[in-house]
């Protein structure tokens, strides 16, 4: 299984990005989702995340309002949406993928460990 980022670079405060996530390697099914973000000198911290049949999603506190997660299962592929973007979201951000029950669809999952498997990561840095 793979998990691939693309859509980081370099912004200016107030300006947006998107990032976009697909997971392939696997026969077609839906995954719980999740971004989480790792700043300079910080701890890899949980940012959003999205249910495996998309109905359900939770954002952290500190980016509700600005950042926007959704999902195209067809695709196997979430997003991240960030408007109003800070100096304090610069941040490598990485998206990871959880093998769950089918029973468990609605399940939307924020702790990293609860993940199974991670992309690479791809730098998010916000200017100010």
């Known amino acids: 299984v793979q998990v691939v980022e693309s859509g980081g670079g370099l912004v200016q405060a107030g300006g947006s990005l998107s990032l976009s996530c697909v997971v392939s390697?696997?026969?077609?099914?839906?995954?719980?989702m999740g971004w989480f973000r790792q700043g300079p000198g910080k701890e890899r911290e949980f940012v959003a995340a999205i249910s495996a049949n998309g109905g359900n999603t939770n954002i952290t506190d500190s980016v509700n309002g600005r950042f926007t997660i959704s999902g195209d299962n067809a695709k196997n592929s979430v997003y991240l949406r960030m408007n109003s973007l800070k100096p304090e979201d610069t941040a490598v951000y990485y998206c990871?993928?959880?093998?769950?029950?089918?029973?468990?669809?609605?399940?939307?999952?924020?702790?990293?460990?609860?993940?199974?498997?991670w992309g690479q990561g791809t730098q998010v840095t916000v200017s100010s």
């Open positions: 390697g696997r026969a077609v099914r839906s995954y719980p």
């Open positions: 990871a993928a959880a093998l769950i029950s089918p029973n468990l669809q609605s399940l939307v999952l924020v702790k990293s460990q609860e993940y199974d498997y």
